[in-house]
């Protein structure tokens, strides 16, 4: 009796604990999908894209048609360098939701990083970014993000008037929108600025970085312009300041530390200028900044390290493109050294950047002066 009732028990306990498995399961709660997009967007406002296109993949297994999920993705994905990927999820997001300005907004800026990444591969892509444009401008006549996008991509097709009139139009409209983020009106001072910077008017140039850094003083692109249209218009204090600034907020940034030691060296400065331009060569990207060198060897030179100079000089002259200028500083680098063998190496040095600009006056006097 008891060996027959045993399978029965047993039996009636699976089927218990099956069914309380199978009752536990359907009382859990679904997943959140705003959560998932707000963790997606977080992450991706940290710059840890692969993060954010997780929580935001996990949005979209839950609703395939959310669309601040797929725009959430597209822009994981290009952040990640995937912009096949991002395209297709920015047009799933505009196919989902065609009266939303946003997904347009984001499809016109994936468009243009292709045309930037391989402008011979995808030649059409500023056209294709006007056109995206040109929808979300049709849904949100009155948003700034969309006269902004406008203007970066007018700017980058080379139409600087007609990109001027784009974001002064944001400008305009920012100026009313309690919605958009210090960050954000600044963002667009910092556009409008370049384009007077390129169309000659620095002085309203370094009035509109100027805002721009009022709107937002912890944004570096907007000291860091600031800093150099005030040095190019001879404002060396005011260049100082706002370069320096640009260098404590963003220490590894290359163009800020190398705008501040050449800033520093040209006006007048040389001393100070060295142990910036020392800091900005051990920066990535600086091998790609020959002039960086050249300018270090200068500095060299007028503190008498001569040894130094020669050293930077060699490198600034061998580093493409090859300049003029590098191999006349390379030649003064040789004579203020003045060892064996060294006027011949400035004679050789100031030749070469005679057949590569045969209208050096620089080289062509020192040659002189050898003879």
Same mark, same amino acid.
């Given at each position: ?198 169309? $000659? =008017?620095?002085?309203? /140039?370094?009035?509109?970085?100027? +805002?721009?850094?009022?709107? &937002? !003083?912890?944004?570096? %692109? *907007? #000291? ?116 064996? $063998? =060294?006027?011949?190496? /400035?004679?050789?040095?100031?030749? +070469?950047?005679?057949?590569? &600009? !045969?209208?050096?006056? %620089? *080289? #062509? ?7």
């Amino acid at each position: 009796m008891l060996n027959r009732t045993l399978p029965l028990l047993v039996s009636t306990l699976l089927v218990l604990v099956t069914g309380a498995a199978f009752a536990q399961e359907a009382e859990s709660p679904p997943a959140d999908v705003d959560a998932l997009v707000r963790d997606g967007a977080f992450y991706l406002n940290r710059g840890d894209c692969a993060l954010a296109q997780y929580f935001y993949e996990e949005a979209l297994a839950v609703a395939p048609a959310e669309v601040d999920a797929l725009v959430g993705r597209g822009r994981a994905l290009r952040c990640q360098g995937d912009l096949p990927g991002a395209v297709e999820a920015l047009r799933a997001a505009t196919d989902a939701a065609p009266n939303d300005a946003t997904p347009w907004v984001q499809l016109a800026l994936t468009y243009r990083e292709q045309y930037l990444e391989d402008s011979a591969g995808y030649a059409s892509r500023l056209g294709d970014a006007l056109d995206a444009v040109a929808r979300a401008e049709a849904v949100a006549p009155d948003d700034a993000r969309v006269y902004n996008t406008k203007g970066i991509v007018l700017y980058e097709s080379g139409a600087l008037e007609e990109a001027r009139t784009a974001f002064e139009t944001a400008a305009d409209v920012a100026a009313g929108d309690e919605a958009l983020s210090n960050r954000e009106v600044s963002t667009i001072r910092v556009n409008q600025g370049r384009v007077y910077r390129d169309l $000659g =008017d620095l002085e309203l /140039a370094a009035a509109t970085f100027r +805002r721009g850094v009022v709107d &937002d !003083p912890t944004n570096v %692109a *907007a #000291r860091n312009l600031l800093g150099n249209v005030l040095y190019r218009i001879g404002d060396c204090p005011g260049a100082r300041y706002e370069l320096s600034q640009a260098v404590t907020l963003a220490p590894t940034s290359l163009s800020a530390v190398s705008q501040l030691g050449i800033a520093l060296f040209e006006c007048g400065d040389p001393a100070a200028s060295v142990p910036v331009l020392e800091r900005a060569l051990e920066l990535e990207g600086a091998v790609f900044t020959p002039p960086l060198y050249t300018y270090l060897a200068r500095a060299y030179l007028e503190q008498g390290r001569a040894d130094d100079a020669v050293r930077r000089a060699q490198q600034g002259a061998l580093l493409p493109p090859e300049r003029a200028e590098a191999h006349v500083v390379l030649g003064d680098a040789y004579l203020a050294r003045g060892g064996d $063998g =060294d006027t011949a190496a /400035a004679r050789e040095a100031y030749q +070469r950047a005679l057949e590569i &600009d !045969p209208d050096d006056a %620089a *080289a #062509r006097e020192a040659l002189a002066a050898l003879d």
